[in-house]
């Protein structure tokens, strides 16, 4: 392919002085020179000659030649959503707890939304969440999924909680700690409301002092922005790393899922089978894992369903992927914890 370049004899004479490439002085010949030699030209005398363009070429989207993890897309294959309505961990009347935690704002409560509607098979909103980046979620709250019939729920559940802001003073971030090592030791109650100015304390009422292995948390998600992910301050990443500490003693699976992914990758909202073949997310969440200590393989990104009416196959089959593994993840610290010990 041919490209034409706009400029007079004048300038064609200084500029074919200053480069050394194989092009001939011939005006007419230098007009029509091959794109790639073009490229090298332009590139050597770009303060020179910007002006004599009118556009500059765009740079294609990175992707990777192969993508870095695997997934079926749409309805090749439904394992992942079977996998997920058929879970049942193996003591009878046993669930699985799932907590979600992490910076406001980041998705927490449309990820529920997000596996209720796939698992419904339309658009739900049962968690409120709201426009602004401010924290929606006040209250501790437990999200069963119904299962067909008013007495019928899936066998996992999902705890929502206060978001951490970036702004908070480090002795709110301390409470805030707290209240989640509370939460993952099944201390808390079913509604209680955070104060961030206060941990929860025994002698509340919406402390429990007696919890089950069905109160407490088999499996810790850090839910993260993928927009903000690499702008967290310290202090919020040293506020994640403390839950992570936390949830290690207690000998709690830690993942993390980046939300946002489409709003955050142009690559991705064109085409969200992008998803695993983006060399910027694979590199943000790269960055993430070295700063927070998760493992990559334990990083999982997904798109939320937020102003989408109508479901899509391949957004299904991300936030399906991504709760097996979790559920996968979590049933293991479950199934250590049931285990008779010897």
Avoid at 45 to 60: C, E, I, R
Avoid at 70 to 94: A, C, L, M, S, W
Avoid at 206 to 226: I, R
Avoid at 308 to 333: V, W
Wanted: proline share 4%; with cysteine; hydrophobic share 35%.
């Amino acid at each position: 392919m041919k490209m034409k370049v706009n400029c007079d004899q004048g300038e064609f004479s200084e500029v074919t002085c200053s480069v050394k490439m194989k092009v001939k002085t011939d005006l007419e010949d230098f007009k029509t020179v091959d794109r790639f030699t073009f490229w090298h030209w332009w590139q050597a005398l770009s303060s020179k000659v910007m002006g004599f363009f009118s556009s500059k070429p765009v740079a294609p989207p990175q992707l990777l030649e192969k993508p870095w993890r695997k997934i079926n897309n749409g309805r090749e294959n439904p394992t992942d959503q079977h996998f997920v309505e058929n879970y049942k961990p193996e003591v009878e009347e046993q669930n699985l707890r799932i907590l979600l935690h992490g910076p406001v704002g980041a998705g927490k409560s449309s990820f529920f939304n997000s596996v209720n509607s796939v698992l419904q098979k339309r658009a739900c909103c049962e968690a409120l969440v709201t426009n602004a980046r401010e924290c929606s979620t006040k209250k501790y709250t437990t999200y069963k999924i119904n299962k067909g019939n008013a007495n019928a729920f899936y066998r996992f559940v999902l705890n929502d909680m206060m978001g951490l802001k970036d702004t908070t003073s480090r002795r709110n971030r301390r409470i805030h700690v707290k209240d989640v090592k509370q939460a993952l030791k099944g201390h808390i109650k079913d509604g209680y409301v955070f104060n961030p100015e206060n941990k929860l304390s025994k002698g509340d009422s919406y402390y429990n002092s007696t919890p089950t292995e069905n109160d407490k948390v088999h499996v810790l998600v850090c839910v993260v922005d993928a927009n903000t992910a690499s702008l967290m301050s310290d202090a919020t990443v040293e506020a994640i790393q403390d839950v992570r500490d936390e949830a290690t003693e207690l000998e709690i699976p830690q993942v993390a899922i980046f939300t946002k992914i489409d709003e955050a990758f142009p690559e991705i909202k064109d085409d969200v089978t992008n998803v695993y073949w983006s060399k910027c997310l694979q590199q943000r969440i790269e960055k993430f894992s070295e700063r927070v200590g998760i493992p990559i393989n334990f990083i999982f990104p997904v798109k939320n369903y937020h102003s989408e009416r109508e479901l899509n196959p391949d957004i299904d089959a991300i936030i399906m992927n991504t709760m097996r593994h979790i559920i996968d993840i979590g049933n293991d610290s479950l199934n250590r914890k049931l285990r008779p010990q010897t």
